[in-house]
């Protein structure tokens, strides 16, 4: 599954996915969030030089008209395969998304791939995962503060293989 809340962007997404003729795919044109709702994001067209485009959630405005988009919660989805990663690249929404795919993590145990540019928000989430046996691990780069979360009982397991294939031990 790929959501994307912006129109223009999940345009692009089908096109990229019908152009790599990908069919283990499914694109939706959705947000995610701890709850239902309604939100409004700005026109691209405007903000098209930042990826912040959060303007309403949870009916709080911040000052900008733009698309409406349903919010749903992962745990919702009714995902029948096993989950083995969860990127969330969500501008300030992580812990929100965290929140609403609780049972999704406690059931499949998923690694997850945390990008983060506004750590005030997401050590909540980063603590939940650290609770729920979640090792944590930063992962800087040029802009913005990325997170590897890897279930504990898997992290013993792929640091022997990295160990193993890499001959670097992490």
Do not use: W
């Amino acid at each position: 599954f790929a959501l994307e809340p912006q129109f223009f962007i999940y345009m692009q997404l089908c096109g990229n996915i019908f152009l790599n003729k990908k069919t283990n795919i499914v694109p939706m044109n959705l947000a995610v969030g701890a709850v239902n709702s309604l939100i409004t994001l700005n026109n691209i067209e405007k903000y098209y030089d930042s990826n912040r485009m959060l303007v309403n959630f949870a009916g709080v405005s911040k000052g900008f008209e733009g698309e409406q988009v349903q919010t749903i919660k992962l745990d919702e989805l009714n995902i029948n395969n096993h989950i083995t990663l969860l990127k969330i690249d969500v501008e300030g929404m992580e812990y929100e998304v965290v929140m609403g795919a609780k049972k999704m993590i406690e059931k499949h145990k998923p690694s997850i791939f945390i990008d983060i540019n506004n750590i005030s928000k997401t050590e909540v989430a980063i603590e939940f995962l650290k609770e729920n046996d979640y090792i944590v691990r930063k992962i800087n780069n040029f802009y913005a503060d990325d997170y590897l979360c890897i279930q504990k009982e898997k992290y013993k397991t792929l640091e022997d293989q990295l160990n193993t294939i890499l001959g670097v031990e992490i």
